[in-house]
């Protein structure tokens, strides 16, 4: 009894004091929120640049992997030139930046400074609603400038993109063109050697393909040259050289640019508005078992040419369009989980999608591939597809059914012999599954996995109502079932997601994701109508579920602990529990939610709830889901202002770390990973919400091809 009266006692002063401090922080603190890096050009693990520092004229943009990219933007006003963008040249003034706001498709960037002001923004028009759109590789990047002074003001704006983009070391060489088609200036560079598809791993950049700069020629001037010699030359004419170099060339001889020059004239009170795009070709995404697939994109466009000039005539409408997508976002984020939630979301929206590789298959379908950054580079990772997931559950099921059918069709091929889930397919970019030739099937988490399709395939029929797309699939998925009917309950000494605190036997949250699975797959087949079926997996999962919350309580019932035979004192985020109410299963017993919530509020540090009781460190993406057992309430507050806490002061300026110190906010390994998709799981917990965005979600006819018939070369694992 004093051990209860005193965790309620711990519980009540934890909600004062950190109710408390987040609103002296929110009602003190100066300035605007700071992510830890902010997205500029993205589109996939290959084109992906951001800002690690809180001011965009004070660093280097860079690659996800912290490569310098450079993006350089300058402006001339009166003919005085200043730095808008990257540290370059160093001894050239700053114009200064005033805020910088992050929406889930664009970055906005203000400056002011000699009688003007500038928004910069960088778009990335990845709406679910709109494949086509979805599936443009570009950025746009504006520029809006106005007189603040009543006078009008001279003004150039320079932009450059670095060869940097085309390679993955700069010791290799590249060459360029620059075409003319109709009212276009479009500059490509790429790689003089084109391997294309033969770089694969973590933390490497593509040197096949091709990257561009496009712009209007009746606007802008533009050339290919030496970065210094196309700054240099702004600098003190406002004009780009005339003179052009040798090629190929080396990107650390002199570092050749797409540069471009937009002549805006007499700025006055009225805004001008300016606008380059920036993208990439890759010519192929993945390496499909042995089929080289082309880019999404192509699926519209026969070449860039005509996508590059699609893009730019619909400029004005895809902005709006963007525009509103990113209000209705924030607004409805902001309805579920408050400003700070929102902000989140935000900034995880472009970087999950930026995680992901998008190709076509031979019908013409979308297929997924996501990237498994800043861990090992895997390929189409069952458990980073996961915590992924929500953001594709809420804004298009389609786009999740794409990801999913590469894993479901090599799990039924002859390629993979296993009565359970595979781990992922390989490492980015080559989808090659795992096969005698390479030794052995990699590491494989067994009910993890398995369960993780499962819940996931029951998910999508939830949000589209039928459990067609399962049907498709419906003996692989009966035999997961059944996998983990012998082996759920009770995992034995297996790897969960959480892999990097290695194997554990008797994990108390792996059992609870089985629950969850068969109780999934009990929904499942009530939808088929096999009623006989549901109603046996839905008695196991139940009875599993209470005899889960006797067996894994600690003996003062204070608590569940981190596994069933672990000791009293331990504990772990129960974060797959989400799902029990997201998908109306309703297994677990009502205290079981609220024990442990109220226990986790008396193991907070400074900047978030660890992930259990073994270290300090924490996952964002398993903390918001967890936050999501109890939306709209205080405690949902607490940990989601933490998380909050540590992106807007970590010191570690990387995109959005996904493993990071509670108690000092620097990151602990994993960063810049689909994998923050799991942000907009809290949207899921109201059902009008999700359908109303899944209703607006542009359809597929989800005739997905099989798998290509080069499998057959692959000798299959025994």
């Given amino acids: 009894m004093i051990g209860k009266l005193f965790l309620i006692f711990?519980?009540?002063?934890?909600?004062?004091?950190?109710?408390?401090?987040?609103?002296?922080l929110a009602t003190t603190k100066k300035g605007f929120f700071r992510p830890p890096a902010v997205p500029l050009v993205t589109f996939d693990p290959y084109l992906s640049v951001w800002s690690e520092g809180t001011y965009l004229a004070n660093h280097a943009t860079v690659h996800w992997t912290g490569t310098n990219q450079d993006l350089v933007s300058l402006i001339r006003i009166d003919g005085k030139t200043y730095r808008l963008m990257g540290d370059q040249p160093k001894d050239l003034p700053a114009l200064k930046q005033t805020n910088v706001e992050v929406f889930p498709l664009e970055s906005i960037y203000y400056f002011e400074g000699d009688g003007i002001s500038v928004k910069m923004s960088f778009l990335s028009p990845r709406l679910p609603s709109d494949l086509e759109t979805f599936s443009l590789p570009i950025s746009y990047i504006t520029w809006n400038v106005h007189s603040i002074d009543d006078h009008a003001h001279k003004v150039q704006i320079y932009y450059s993109t670095s060869s940097q983009l085309a390679v993955n070391t700069f010791d290799e060489k590249v060459n360029w063109k620059t075409d003319r088609i109709d009212n276009l200036i479009i500059f490509e560079t790429g790689a003089s050697t084109q391997d294309v598809l033969g770089l694969a791993g973590d933390r490497v950049r593509i040197n096949w393909g091709y990257i561009y700069t496009v712009a209007s020629s009746n606007q802008a001037t533009g050339t290919i040259n030496e970065n210094d010699y196309c700054q240099e030359s702004f600098i003190r004419k406002g004009i780009l050289p005339s003179e052009s170099i040798d090629q190929p060339k080396a990107v650390d001889d002199g570092e050749p640019v797409e540069a471009i020059v937009l002549n805006l004239g007499e700025v006055k009170s009225e805004p001008i508005s300016r606008y380059v795009m920036v993208g990439l070709n890759e010519r192929y995404v993945v390496n499909y078992f042995g089929t080289y697939l082309r880019p999404y994109w192509m699926h519209w466009y026969s070449n860039t040419d005509?996508?590059?000039?699609?893009?730019?005539?619909k400029y004005n409408k895809i902005y709006n369009e963007s525009v509103n997508f990113d209000q209705k976002v924030m607004s409805d984020c902001k309805a579920i989980g408050g400003l700070k939630y929102a902000q989140i979301c935000s900034l995880a929206y472009r970087q999950a999608l930026a995680g992901i590789g998008m190709a076509e298959d031979s019908n013409g379908q979308p297929l997924l591939f996501t990237k498994e950054n800043t861990s090992n580079g895997d390929i189409s990772t069952v458990d980073v597809i996961y915590p992924t997931s929500p953001i594709f559950l809420l804004f298009n099921p389609d786009l999740l059914k794409g990801m999913l059918v590469p894993i479901l069709d090599y799990s039924e091929s002859p390629l993979w012999n296993n009565e359970f889930a595979p781990h992922d397919l390989g490492t980015y970019p080559n989808a090659l599954g795992h096969?005698?030739?390479?030794?052995?099937?990699?590491?494989?988490?067994?009910?993890?996995?398995?369960?993780?399709?499962?819940?996931?395939?029951?998910?999508i029929a939830q949000a589209e109502g039928n459990a067609d797309f399962a049907l498709k699939y419906w003996p692989l998925l009966t035999k997961w079932a059944n996998y983990l009917l012998q082996n759920g309950f009770d995992p034995g000494n297996q790897l969960c997601t959480d892999d990097f605190a290695g194997p554990m036997p008797h994990n108390a949250n792996l059992s609870i994701k089985s629950i969850e699975a068969i109780g999934a797959y009990a929904q499942m087949c009530q939808m088929i109508g096999e009623q006989k079926d549901a109603q046996k997996y839905l008695k196991t999962a139940k009875d599993w579920a209470k005899d889960w919350a006797t067996k894994d309580i600690s003996s003062d019932d204070s608590h569940y602990l981190l596994g069933f035979e672990s000791s009293e004192n331990t504990w772990s985020q129960k974060y797959n529990l989400a799902w029990d109410?997201?998908?109306?299963?309703?297994?677990?017993?009502?205290?079981?939610?609220?024990?442990?919530?109220?226990?986790?509020?008396?193991?907070?540090?400074?900047?978030?709830?660890?992930?259990?009781?073994?270290?300090?460190?924490?996952?964002?993406?398993?903390?918001?889901?967890t936050a999501s057992l109890k939306p709209q309430t205080p405690y949902f507050h607490i940990l989601i202002d933490l998380v909050y806490k540590f992106l807007d002061e970590t010191p570690n300026r990387v995109p959005m770390a996904d493993f990071y110190w509670t108690q000092s906010g620097y990151q602990a390994g994993m960063f810049a990973r689909p994998v923050g998709g799991a942000a907009f799981i809290t949207m899921l917990t109201d059902k009008e919400m999700w359908n109303q965005w899944v209703k607006d979600a542009?359809?597929?006819?989800?005739?997905?091809?099989?798998?290509?018939?080069s499998y057959f070369l692959l000798e299959p694992l025994e």
Avoid at 440 to 455: A, H, K, S
């Fill in 581 to 625: 109410k997201i998908l109306n299963l309703n297994l677990f017993p009502t205290n079981v939610i609220n024990t442990e919530t109220n226990y986790y509020l008396t193991k907070l540090q400074k900047f978030g709830l660890p992930l259990d009781s073994r270290q300090l460190y924490t996952k964002t993406d398993w903390t918001i889901w």
């Fill in 306 to 313: 005509n996508l590059f000039m699609n893009a730019f005539n």
């Fill in 435 to 459: 096969f005698k030739k390479l030794g052995d099937i990699g590491e494989q988490m067994p009910v993890e996995e398995t369960g993780n399709m499962l819940i996931m395939m029951d998910a």
């Fill in 698 to 709: 542009q359809k597929i006819n989800g005739n997905w091809a099989s798998l290509p018939k």
């Fill in 10 to 24: 711990s519980v009540i002063l934890t909600i004062i004091l950190v109710l408390t401090s987040q609103f002296t």
